[in-house]
């Protein structure tokens, strides 16, 4: 299992690099930092603000990003060594361990309680998630929304193979679900925060009371192993730029409405959905190893996964400095 008092160092390694002796930090070598990140979010402060690119700017390091719509391809990327480090929701990491992808988890984020839902039109004659048996349901698969559809229709008895489950990643769904094409859409914001203004949507349920909306923060595993301080120094600037930014959520609003193209009044929707805390940052530990465990396990179990998965190897330690 996973030493606490070794993973909890994560946020102390940062600091203490200033105190290192110059051949402490000779083991990280990159010149280049690549980030996915999908839209929103602690990144789009970061990217805004600059505020990687002068951390690592003392090591001559120079920060890249690279946008995606959903956690998936993201962390096909990743574990492809296209980029670095990135962000997604529970289940994409799973998926992409079993493809064999080369990546770790570095740090965890507990997102809002509510941050994601199923979306029915209004006049629907779908009433309850019992009513979505046998209906076409759209949501990506092997993202957070996959979990949340396998738990959502757990609550009544009903797996995914009860819907006629679709593909969906938000440039597709979205379409689809406004022209009637499918009869709901589980997603999440900011996509569902755009989507449930429209006269015609209802919010079936949330994720609220259903699942517990952990993300990560996962580094490709070789760049990690090579680069273990530069990845410690990342995780910590984003954690205090995600602390700054909740202290000031209406300064924040504007800020990311800025990077993201999303209208300020739906970015504030999704920043203030109960529990969303940007500066929910945290290292890893032994509960969030048995959460993440669990899930591998469920999903292999209803034949989802290909293989059944040890998280534990590929939780990254971090490293004695």
Do not use: C
């Amino acid at each position: 299992m996973i030493d606490r008092r070794s993973t909890l160092k994560l946020f102390a390694a940062a600091s203490a690099l200033a105190i290192l002796p110059s051949g402490a930090r000779a083991q990280d070598t990159a010149k280049e930092f690549r980030i996915g990140w999908q839209k929103g979010g602690v990144f789009a402060l970061a990217k805004s603000s600059g505020a990687l690119d002068k951390r690592l700017e003392a090591r001559g390091v120079k920060v890249t990003w690279a946008e995606f719509t959903s956690g998936p391809p993201l962390l096909e990327a990743l574990g492809a060594n296209a980029i670095d480090f990135g962000s997604t929701g529970d289940i994409p990491p799973l998926f992409a361990q079993a493809a064999g992808g080369n990546l770790v988890y570095v740090a965890a984020s507990k997102s809002s309680v509510a941050g994601s839902a199923i979306l029915v039109k209004k006049d629907s004659p779908i009433q309850s998630i019992a009513d979505l048996k046998g209906k076409k349901v759209a949501f990506k698969r092997g993202s957070s929304a996959h979990n949340f559809a396998v738990k959502a229709l757990r609550t009544v008895g009903l797996t995914p193979a009860d819907v006629e489950a679709l593909d969906l990643g938000p440039p597709d769904a979205a379409p689809a679900f406004a022209s009637n094409q499918i009869d709901a859409w589980i997603i999440w914001d900011p996509y569902y925060a755009i989507a449930e203004q429209a006269p015609d949507t209802r919010v079936l349920v949330t994720t609220e009371g259903i699942v517990d909306s952990w993300g990560y923060y996962l580094a490709n595993g070789g760049y990690a192993k090579e680069n273990p301080n530069i990845i410690a120094e990342v995780i910590d600037e984003l954690a205090k730029v995600g602390k700054a930014a909740q202290a000031n959520i209406e300064a924040t609003v504007g800020e990311i409405s800025a990077v993201t193209g999303v209208p300020e009044p739906i970015q504030r929707i999704a920043l203030t959905r109960k529990g969303a805390d940007l500066g929910a940052i945290q290292p890893l530990d032994d509960s969030i190893l048995t959460y993440q465990q669990a899930l591998a396990d469920e999903f292999f179990g209803l034949g989802i996964l290909p293989r059944k998965l040890s998280i534990a190897d590929v939780f990254w330690h971090v490293p004695e400095l």
